[in-house]
């Protein structure tokens, strides 16, 4: 055991970066309270702690009150793709809004440390490249991603408050495309989507011609961020980028995924919509200087762990863990690495005077 042994809660440990944020914790010697409700995580994800003294898992939503005696709270529960945080808007709401509200009130009780997992989903359809922590972004309030960008709003909303207000000790993260081992086979994210049908010899679908870029972030490089960003002096608060701005064209990662595979599989073609959203870039100046954090995985090693935890879900059968991730009622089109179309709810357009013809 070490000297300064923190006993810390993780919402959403079961999660694709939760379960790496504990594990990590739990190595640092710490002791590990994993809150879950399982909606997207997965017990398979905590397996590796089950044995560990030092890890509690707790099967509890925290849109409900919670009462626990924790040192330190990384708030990370809440659904992260599109496919996911769709299928129940009022339910990814609730958790952003009602979910802050709890454990920001745990977090006062306890006067503990508290770090709001937020997103550049805050910064919506950027106008400005790469985006700084003081761009205030650009985000439609009724849109099918509102539920998602807006509720991340509204929990960073809520965290300054009760900063201001009850001076509670808050971190705010805003967590940029990440990729890693334990990602969600069927997100319809393009990392993952592109390893999966590489491994089952499927054509990579590129949506437009592939030269558009965007930046990923290995999840080791991240949990290493939020730590270092919980441990930053008190009066640091951020909210602080973490992302990697190292971009790359979806044509390079397709090829990349084919060549360390040594897959067959062809590339397909698809129109690019007209409204195919403008990439999205952190500035992580500020972390440079705060943190004294920058990535350090390259995208080839980090793909290849994420290929081989793949390759081995997909030997053991991706349903047999995860069978609430098959949503077949969900109309999906997965425009590489951004989600269009997503059901049941179609997109409402603001009303007109005009009657629909
Ligand atoms: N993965 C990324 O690239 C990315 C980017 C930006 C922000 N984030 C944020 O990081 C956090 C973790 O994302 P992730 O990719 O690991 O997603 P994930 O879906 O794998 O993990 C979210 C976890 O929260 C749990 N959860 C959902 N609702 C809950 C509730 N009401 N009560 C308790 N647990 C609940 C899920 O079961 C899951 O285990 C999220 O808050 C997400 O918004 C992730």
């Not at 980028?241 to 044509?251: A, K, Q, R, Y």
Request: hydrophobic content about 35%.
């Amino acid at each position: 055991m070490i000297d300064d042994q923190k006993r810390i809660l993780v919402t959403g440990g079961a999660g694709f970066i939760g379960s790496h944020l504990c594990g990590r914790l739990l190595a640092d010697g710490h002791d590990v309270l994993c809150v879950d409700n399982f909606y997207t995580g997965t017990k398979r994800n905590m397996l590796p702690f089950l044995d560990n003294p030092f890890f509690e898992l707790l099967r509890h939503d925290i849109t409900f009150p919670l009462f626990v005696e924790v040192d330190e709270i990384y708030n990370l529960a809440c659904p992260a793709s599109p496919i996911h945080y769709q299928n129940d808007p009022v339910q990814t709401t609730k958790v952003n809004v009602h979910g802050a509200i709890n454990m920001l009130g745990l977090a006062k009780r306890l006067k503990s440390k508290i770090l709001q997992a937020s997103t550049s989903e805050i910064y919506g359809d950027p106008t400005v490249n790469p985006q700084p922590e003081t761009y205030k972004g650009s985000v439609n309030p009724i849109g099918p991603r509102s539920c998602y960008d807006e509720g991340k709003r509204c929990a960073e909303t809520l965290f300054f408050d009760y900063h201001r207000q009850h001076q509670v000790k808050i971190k705010v993260a805003r967590i940029f495309n990440t990729y890693g081992p334990r990602m969600h086979p069927n997100d319809g994210r393009v990392v993952s989507n592109f390893i999966v049908q590489s491994l089952r010899c499927e054509p990579l679908t590129i949506y437009g011609n592939g030269f558009q870029t965007r930046s990923f972030c290995y999840v080791d490089d991240l949990v290493d961020g939020l730590i270092r960003e919980m441990n930053t002096p008190d009066y640091f608060t951020g909210p602080l980028n973490l992302g990697n701005p190292t971009e790359s064209t979806i044509l390079e990662l397709a090829e990349l995924i084919l060549n360390l595979t040594g897959s067959k599989s062809g590339i397909q073609y698809n129109t690019l919509p007209q409204d195919d959203p403008r990439q999205r870039q952190p500035d992580i100046t500020l972390a440079k200087q705060v943190l004294e954090w920058e990535p350090t995985v390259p995208l080839q090693e980090g793909l290849q762990k994420t290929i081989d935890y793949f390759d081995d879900l997909l030997r053991e059968g991706i349903d047999k863990y995860n069978s609430r991730w098959q949503m077949p009622k969900m109309k999906v089109v997965a425009i590489n690495d951004s989600i269009k179309s997503v059901g049941p709810y179609p997109e409402t357009q603001p009303s007109t005077l005009i009657p629909p013809a």
